[in-house]
């Protein structure tokens, strides 16, 4: 069944016709190895290099920091393991949230397993990193914060400029995850203070398996693939050009869109969760209010179960998740919802819609209408919904 109304944007996006139109000559036909001297392999450099730009001027970063990568979870992966490394005589404690996509808190745990230790601060009920939390954690010894720019499941952004000043002063390094973030709201790294942050193409209409760690000039970040000179000899093999073109192609519509982009969808969030706190009752909204992704809204619906309300939506046509994409099948309850303490007769009914670029009023109405009536088959009774 293929999915009528796709109500899932945070698990991925569907690539846009301008974006392949632009990968496709690298897939056949420019296929020369960016490292070789003749022409056709100049052309791929060059594509690299102006890829780089572009992306670099759409986050206000130097094309010299911007070191592609295969994704979120490898941009994470070597940022935490590798800054940590480089810093261990320093010291080895490292503060992150109970909040983290897995790339992030898995292998914050990786590095607990070599010796190193590590503080998971908690949040408030919105999701919200309190900065002086955070500061009151900070020890002699700690060397990489690691927080998320906003959060995959329940959409809050949380305070990394607040965050990122408070690192800065006490000179440790601020890593923050930025996938939900880029391409989707405005962001400047020459304004906001981080060190190093994580994207992925395929969250915002570009391909899969590419995506970028921004590493600001001043930091001295380790080499992850030891091999060739890829990547100014940090990031080995032979790079990805299509994938690479294909996601500056689409970050940079992303940003020609991304005002009136934003505004209408925060308009369409925010009726969708009124009609729904309206026209259902026992429904808890996750998340802040208003500091949240433009497109995520998330529902804790008391009385149902999660993964049931999902098929029932399906097969009305609507594709929606319950917590992270990656943790479907996990009959356990998310860690985000568990760390906001959705009250335990809700909790088990989190489900997230995330709307994005292509999502229509019509979709979200359908999508109620679609939340209503399964709701009511789950609950039973004489007055459901
Ligand atoms: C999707 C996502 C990732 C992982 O990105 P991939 O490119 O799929 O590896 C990491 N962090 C966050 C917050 C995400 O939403």
């Known amino acids: 069944m293929s999915c009528k109304i796709y109500m899932d944007h945070a698990a991925t996006t569907e690539m846009l016709p301008q974006v392949r139109d632009k990968m496709e000559p690298y897939l056949m ?9 003749y022409d056709m392999g100049a052309r791929s450099r060059k594509a690299i290099e102006q890829a780089r730009a572009d992306i670099a001027g759409v986050i206000d970063a130097l094309p010299e920091e911007i070191y592609f990568t295969s994704g979120g979870s490898e941009s994470d992966n070597w940022a935490i ?3 940590a490394g480089a ?5 080895r404690h490292i503060i992150t949230s109970k909040i983290e996509h897995h790339a992030v808190l898995r292998s914050c745990q990786y590095l607990e397993q070599l010796g190193y230790e590590v503080t998971y601060l908690d949040v408030d009920d919105y999701g919200l990193i309190r900065p002086e939390d955070l500061s009151r954690h900070i020890r ?12 995959n499941e329940i959409g809050t952004m949380e305070p990394i ?3 990122g000043a408070i690192a800065r002063k006490k000179g440790i390094v601020f890593h923050t995850d930025a996938v939900q973030v880029v391409g989707q709201v405005p962001l400047s790294v020459s304004r906001l203070p981080v060190d190093l942050l994580s994207a992925s193409a395929h969250k915002f209409h570009g391909p899969k398996g590419v995506g970028f760690l921004y590493v600001k000039s001043d930091q001295d ?3 992850f693939i030891h091999g060739g000179s890829q990547e100014r000899g940090k990031r080995a093999g032979t790079e990805n050009v299509a994938g690479i073109v294909g996601m500056a192609e689409a970050l940079k519509l992303a940003a020609a869109e991304m ?15 009124e009609r729904v706190m309206h026209e259902i009752r026992g429904v808890r909204l996750n ?14 619906i008391e009385g149902v179960e999660a993964t049931a309300l999902l098929v029932l939506l399906e097969e009305q046509g609507v594709c929606a998740s319950a917590g992270s994409a990656c943790n479907t099948g996990e009959t356990r309850l998310s860690h985000v919802i568990t760390a906001i303490r959705v009250p335990e007769r809700f909790a088990a009914g989190s489900v997230r819609f995330t709307m994005g670029r292509e999502t229509t009023r019509d979709d979200v109405d359908a999508t109620i209408r679609a939340l209503r009536e399964s709701v009511a088959l789950l609950r039973g009774g004489s007055n459901p919904v």
């Open 81 to 83: 393991k590798n800054i």
């Open 259 to 273: 005002r009136m982009g934003r505004t209408r969808l925060i308009r369409l969030r925010n009726y969708f969760c």
């Open 287 to 300: 998340g802040h209010p208003y500091r949240r992704l433009p497109g995520n809204v998330n529902f804790s």
């Open 161 to 163: 400029g607040e965050i």
């Open 87 to 91: 810093k261990k005589k320093e010291g």
């Open 221 to 223: 970040l380790p080499s």
């Open 29 to 37: 036909g420019e296929f020369a190895n960016a490292s070789t001297a």
């Open 140 to 151: 002699e010894d700690t060397t990489l914060i690691t927080i998320m720019a906003a959060n």
